[in-house]
């Protein structure tokens, strides 16, 4: 794939970092600050009536999904498939029959900077395809992967709950927010330490995290629906973040 997808893929998942511990849609101001973002990381392509369509289209899936995330109570799971329209969308705009490029003169309007600064200088060095081909797969496994398990978490009614303490010990309420933020975070630095050292071979060490997940949630694998939920989410935590890792890394090559 060309170093534009790595970069325009990368522009959508950061923007999309604003659904990041959030279960209820996002308000249309929030939506509009997103396609915002997204249409100036645009505009460091090659202006031409290609790069306008997209724009266009950009604009109109958001508000389009702002609109049907009202409509369907599976958020996640359409934030999974909005994730891969862009992904379809990006790669179609970004292949041989399109053949949308950067802009060259902005490339060089910010080499001629590279004199006057220590820090631009560095980055000058830098190989940004390496550096897009894993920011891609660091974005995906900390935010887009969160989407794919909380889907899969609504598909099989697998979603934390808590008991009713006032009424009935047996009921089950609403869900416990804070614990379950904590366990997304937790999930979250998992899969980057996984995802590194898979890029880095170092497969023992996964293991090791396997481990003391275990031992710090070892209390709670008495209880056998919170242990089949740990369980679950574990595994396909783990597995997501593998299968993420190995694709990077071939791409890295």
Known sequence: MKPQFFYLINLVMITRLAFSFKDKPLSLRKVWIMSFIQIVGLSVLQFNYKLVILMCIVIVVNVSYYFLERKNKNINGLRVISFFTYFFLLDFFCSKFIQLDFNKSFAAFLSSFTNY????????????????VFLSGFLMIINEVNFMIRYQFHVFELVPRVLDKVGDPNKE???????????????ILERILIYIFVLENQYAAVGLILAAKGFARFKELENRNRAEYVLIGTLLSTLLAFVVALITKEFLK
């Open 117 to 132: 600064s220590m820090i631009l200088s560095f980055l000058s060095g830098v190989n940004w395809l390496k550096f897009n």
């Open 173 to 187: 309420i609403s869900i416990d927010e804070k614990e379950y933020n904590a366990g997304r975070f937790i999930g």
